[in-house]
């Protein structure tokens, strides 16, 4: 068999054969074996946020949208405002949930690459007593940026509003303890990076602010109180819930154990991501960002200004070397995406270089490279 393309998409991403394998049965959705895996899946998300004494932690099934548009249409009601931080795609489209919903939002817009700081959300805070709450994407992964959440939290708590965080594409990597860093409600997805397949979102929300929500949402599917309620009275997803997701998910925590959780996978990605920046930059291709805000998640690069290069044609020449990038997301300058995350090594890391490398030479983009990466490198 074809290997398969690796994925450097920051979800879907690359998986583990055995997280693949794990989805090679099928499931009773109301059977207690089921429950179990349930049950086991929630009180793990809320352990590595550290989070079981405050939080629950409510599964609900669609992709990561779904989840974050559950979680402002369960906790926000009329008399709620909130900001939203926007610098990126993700907050434009958090900021888009709210405007269909009819929920009162302001933004702090700060463009593609830079990061909202902590005392600029202070003063919006001030200035404006009637917003309730605060909506930060934890890393913003149309430019890869990693915003200040540990700051920005703080400065939210200290004027006693409610912040929700986008943290889709960095929980499980990126550290989160509940105890020390303040937050009414985070959300992620099942196919970021804890490395499973696509199919349901989760958040994990302060119980107090969770259970004054009964009735508040105007969607049926979409609220997360009923969803935990029903979850507490049955063990099940009050729908149906995607089984073999959730069973590939709960092999994909296992082996986020076995690697060493967060710590663990933080330092992969970020060995990942420091081989692939350097190795990039010594063929002449330029970062969107300051070192300083780059994640460990995914890096976006300045697409070449030689007229030779096209993404479309440098997309397949890197496909037909066996690896999937990412087009950019911006919307001012040309760029394209490269992730670190899901089943990916050095070894891999290296190889997308050489293929970066061979696309250019194939299309005859001329970069400033100082050398191009060798196998024995
Ligand atoms: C992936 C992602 C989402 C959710 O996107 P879906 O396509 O709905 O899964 C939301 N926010 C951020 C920051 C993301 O990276």
């Keep these: 068999m074809k290997q398969e393309p690796y994925l450097l998409t920051p979800g879907p991403l690359t998986t583990s054969t055995r997280v693949k394998e794990a989805m090679l049965r099928d499931w009773g959705s109301w059977d207690s074996d089921f ?66 919903m009819g929920h009162a939002h302001v933004t702090l817009d700060k463009g593609d690459y830079l990061p909202p700081l902590p005392h600029e959300v202070e003063e919006l805070l001030i200035d404006d007593p009637a917003i ?18 540990d700051s920005i939290a703080q400065v939210v708590a200290e004027q006693g509003r409610q912040l929700i965080v986008d943290s889709m594409s960095a929980f499980g990597a990126l550290p989160v303890d509940a105890a020390q860093l303040p937050f009414t409600a985070l959300v992620s997805s099942a196919n970021k990076c804890l490395e499973g397949v696509p199919g349901f979102g989760f958040a994990l929300i302060e119980r107090q602010a969770l259970s004054v929500c009964e009735a508040r949402s105007p969607s049926l599917s979409l609220d997360l109180y009923d969803q935990w309620q029903y979850l507490e009275k049955t063990g099940q997803w009050r729908f149906t819930p995607p089984t073999h997701v959730v069973a590939a998910f709960h092999q994909a925590l296992n082996e986020y154990a076995e690697e060493g959780g967060q710590a663990a996978r933080l ?8 081989r692939l920046v350097s190795g990039m930059r010594a063929l002449g291709f330029a970062t969107l960002l300051e070192d300083e ?49 899901g089943q990916l090594f050095e070894a891999e890391m290296d190889q997308v270089l050489l293929a970066v490398a061979s696309a250019c030479q194939t299309l005859g983009v001329t970069l400033d490279a100082q050398h191009l990466p060798t196998k024995s490198e």
Excluded at 267 to 274: G, L, S
Excluded at 308 to 330: E, R, V
């Design 267 to 274: 330092a992969r990605y970020t060995r990942n991501r420091d």
């Design 35 to 100: 429950n179990e895996i349930t049950k086991d899946v929630c009180q793990r998300l809320l352990m590595i946020a550290n989070a079981q004494a405050s939080h629950v932690c409510v599964p609900i099934q669609g992709s990561g949208t779904f989840a974050v548009e559950a979680v402002f249409a369960t906790l926000l009601d009329r008399t709620s405002k909130t900001l939203v931080l926007m610098n990126g795609a993700y907050g434009q489209r958090a900021a888009k949930i709210l405007q269909r």
């Design 293 to 341: 805000w780059l994640s460990p998640i995914i890096t976006t690069f300045i697409a070449p200004s030689d007229p030779a290069f096209s993404f479309s044609d440098f997309y397949q020449c890197i496909k037909a070397q066996g690896f999937l990038i990412y087009p950019g997301k911006l919307t001012e300058v040309d760029s394209f995406r490269i992730g670190c995350i």
């Design 132 to 149: 309730t709450h605060v909506v930060l994407i934890h890393c913003e992964t149309s430019s890869g940026i990693l915003n200040p959440l």
